[in-house]
Nanobody, 131 residues
Framework: QAQVAESGGGLVQAGGSLRLSCVIS????????LMWFRQAPGKEREEREG???????????KYITAVEGRFTIGRDDAKNKVYLQMDSLKPEDTAVYYC?????????????????????WGQGTQVTVSS
């Protein structure tokens, strides 16, 4: 059973940066694609938005348009960690951020942003961007 722990959130001014980290234990970490999601204020859990993914092989990444060019997803398989470097933050980036692994495209140079995840969601980490 995957266990997820996100960290690194905080309050930052618009234009600033944050680096989120997430440890996922209980899985063969290096064989899974990894993703970051966010849930904006007032949104329901079902409206949680996938924003980035990284493949288990060759580090292929994908982003939604709203964050492409500003956010960078990375992984450190030796530490079972996935990261999200967030630059040029905007007030509309304010949300609780979650990470997850997906069983889709295991051990493949491809990733997909999908609600199909391994295990349960973590607690998330709050990111607040002030204008």
């Amino acid at each position: 059973q995957a266990q997820v722990a996100e960290s690194g959130g905080g309050l930052v001014q618009a234009g600033g940066s944050l680096r989120l980290s997430c440890v996922i234990s209980g899985i063969t970490f290096d064989s899974y694609g990894l993703m970051w999601f966010r849930q904006a204020p007032g949104k329901e859990r079902e409206e949680r938005e996938g924003i980035a993914c990284i493949s288990s092989r060759e580090g292929v990444t994908k982003y939604i348009t709203a964050v492409e060019g500003r956010f960078t997803i990375g992984r450190d398989d030796a530490k079972n960690k996935v990261y999200l470097q967030m630059d040029s933050l905007k007030p509309e980036d304010t949300a609780v951020y979650y990470c997850a692994a997906t069983p889709l495209y295991r051990e493949a140079p491809e990733c997909v942003i999908t609600p199909v995840i391994v295990g349960s969601w973590g607690q998330g980490t709050q990111v607040t961007v002030s204008s």
